[in-house]
């Protein structure tokens, strides 16, 4: 169930702010972000060592952040299949999914974000939309933009909608932060970072942006880390916290 979090405001000298919730198996091995890919040299990101790609990439340069989220529909074939953790280092790189044969990979929501554009492709194993996400708030979860795709009944869902009821408003409701390259991260990210930290909510709530659940036989799934990126006109700011929730874990990437 990870979540992105976009708020676009053109005007802004920060115009596009990306939050990036990964939720994962905890006991899935990554390292913290970083130049990890020889083929992408100036591309940042946290690097998953099951599958060697990223859930979130920043180019500096653009500056441009891509991040993925699973998504809903038709597996790929297993054979010839191909981790979702490369889109984020294509797109962050090159702007654009090409002429890439998305038959290769399982359902996804892949959003790319410069400061005078931010795109989300969708791919459901049988076909792929494109849209342009404009000025304001958009939240992104497994199920799609706003949680277009939820289905009745699914737990999964439900909770998914929860979180939607809970945190949209509450981001609406207090002031947008325009973060800048020195600032410690709480003067930065003002009233969003105490959200973002989970606003208090047990990890176990089904309203929890930062989920933990302990599914039996050993296996904990939940949040493992959070990303904040703040796309500014002469540069880029990134966060990341390693340790959801715990305000004083925060560090700077870039």
Known sequence: MCTAIVHVDPGSVVPVLVVGVRDEFVARSWEAPGAHWGDRPSVIGGRDLR???????????????????????????????VSRGELPLLVASEGKLGELDLRAFDPFHLLAAEPGRVRLWSWDGGEVSERELGAGLHVIVNSGLEGEGQLEGATEDAYMAARLAYFRPRLEAVGRPTPGFEEPVGVAWGEWLPLVNGDGLPRADHRALLPLLDLGDGRVWGTTSVSLVALRRDGVRYDFSAAPGDAGAWKRVL
């Open 51 to 81: 599958a060697g790609g990223t859930w979130l990439a920043v180019e500096p340069g653009v500056p441009r952040v891509a991040t993925v989220l699973n998504g809903r529909g038709r597996m790929a074939d297993e054979e010839g299949r």
